[in-house]
């Protein structure tokens, strides 16, 4: 099945580092992707889609400068939190649709990255 | 716009017993709806989805879920739940045919399952 691979799963780093995350569908083609945040006990808030060879659309509120997104390929998207502080500690989780198929395939998920500012 | 509610935040069932984690959506036109599962730490992993045709659609794990278009249900059931069963559903709609839009989710309905 389909199968989107994210990296790194887990990140515990000193305020200040920038740090990126990186998704890949490993055996599709995904022309947008998706880029989600969960707070504990909460759903998932979307972020920003991310769109190959272009640039990413962001959701209200959230801010692109601190949030860069690139979708450079059409397996690979990185979301990058730049400058990070504690208050960007949460859980990212990629997403990822097969481009070929139409909008009834569903979704495919990564595996989240848990990050930690300290 | 399109949105999903998900009216449990918990659910508790026996295990062997029958469960069910009620989902209702609202979208301009024709819905398209899934069920996905979260265990700790990990993704949303999916489950199940309607599109068209047969109100009953049949998913992964055993779970089923009833498309019901006058009540704009589409609530997610098992015939006998599994302490195994125990994590984080997700409920998610798009409108069909809206191009390569995200899937708006409900908040998320913790199931527990007592053995």
């Known amino acids: 099945g389909a199968v989107v691979s994210q990296h790194p799963s887990r990140v515990i780093c000193k305020s200040g580092t920038s740090v990126k995350i990186e998704c890949r569908s490993l055996?599709?083609?995904?022309?947008?992707m998706f880029w989600y945040r969960q707070f504990p006990k909460q759903s998932l808030m979307l972020m920003a889609t991310?769109?190959?060879?272009?640039?990413?659309?962001?959701e209200q509120g959230v801010e692109k400068d601190k949030f860069l997104i690139n979708h450079a390929s059409l397996t690979l998207s990185t979301l990058t939190v730049t400058s990070a502080h504690p208050e960007d500690s949460s859980f990212y989780i990629c997403?990822?649709?097969?481009?070929?198929?139409?909008?009834?395939?569903?979704?495919?998920f990564g595996d989240g990255t848990r990050l930690s500012i300290l | 716009a399109q949105s999903v509610a998900q009216p449990e935040d918990q659910v508790n069932v026996a295990e062997g017993n029958p469960l069910t984690v009620k989902c209702t959506y609202s979208?301009?036109?024709?819905?398209?709806l899934f069920w996905y599962v979260q265990y700790p730490n990990r993704g949303l992993q999916f489950l199940l989805k309607?599109?068209?045709?047969?109100?009953l659609v049949k998913g992964s794990y055993g779970f089923e879920a009833e498309f019901n278009k006058s009540q704009t249900s589409f609530h997610l059931k098992k015939p006998s739940a599994l302490v195994s069963d125990s994590a984080l559903y997700f409920c998610?709609?798009?409108?069909?045919?809206?191009?390569?839009?995200?899937?708006?989710f409900g908040k998320g309905t913790r199931l527990s399952v007592i053995a």
């Open positions: 309607y599109i068209t045709g047969d109100n």
């Open positions: 055996d599709f083609q995904a022309t947008t």
């Open positions: 998610a709609v798009r409108e069909g045919d809206s191009g390569n839009t995200p899937l708006v």
């Open positions: 979208v301009s036109g024709n819905p398209y």
């Open positions: 991310s769109n190959e060879g272009s640039k990413a659309t962001y």
């Open positions: 997403s990822a649709r097969d481009s070929r198929g139409r909008g009834s395939q569903p979704q495919h």
